[in-house]
C-alpha cells in the first residue's frame, strides 16, 4: 500500500523559503515517478514540479528557477525546495507518485496522492 505524507508547510513573508518533504512507504525508493502539485482555493490544481523515469525534472514556468524538486532514496522521501516565495504560491501542496514498469518507466496518470501540506506567503 502506498503512502505519502507531506509535511514542511507553513506561513512565511514574500522572498521566504520552506522546504517540504514527502516521506513516501510502500512504493520503491529507487521510481522517480513523483512530483509535486498545488492548488489555491478556487483554482485548479496544478503540476509544479516533477521528476521524469531518467530522474530529469520539469517545472511549471511560474516556479522555474526559484523551486527545486530532489530525492533522497536511502531515505524514500521527496523534497520540495521553495525559495523567493511570492503571495501568489500559496496553496495547498501535494506530492504525488505514479506506477511504473519493472524498469522503472513510468506509466499512466498520477495515481497516488498525500493528504497535503498549506504553504500561505503573505505580503
Known amino acids: 500500500q502506498v503512502q505519502l505524507v507531506e509535511s514542511g508547510g507553513g506561513s512565511v513573508q514574500a522572498g521566504g523559503s520552506l ?3 514527502c516521506a513516501v512507504s510502500g512504493y520503491a525508493s529507487s521510481s522517480y515517478c513523483m512530483g509535486w502539485f498545488r492548488q489555491a482555493p478556487g483554482k485548479e490544481r496544478e503540476g509544479v514540479a516533477a521528476f521524469d523515469s531518467d530522474g530529469s525534472t520539469t517545472y511549471a514556468d511560474s516556479v522555474n ?8 532514496n ?6 520540495l525546495r521553495m525559495n523567493s516565495l511570492k503571495p501568489e504560491d500559496t496553496a495547498m501542496y501535494y506530492c504525488a507518485a ?3 514498469y519493472s524498469n522503472y518507466v513510468c506509466v499512466g496518470e498520477y495515481n497516488y496522492w498525500g493528504q497535503g501540506t498549506q504553504v ?4
Do not use: M, P, Q, W
Open 19 to 21: 522546504r517540504l518533504s
Open 120 to 123: 500561505t506567503v503573505s505580503s
Open 98 to 100: 505514479r506506477s511504473y
Open 74 to 79: 536511502a531515505e524514500n522521501t521527496l523534497y
Open 65 to 72: 528557477g526559484r523551486f527545486t524538486i530532489s530525492k533522497d
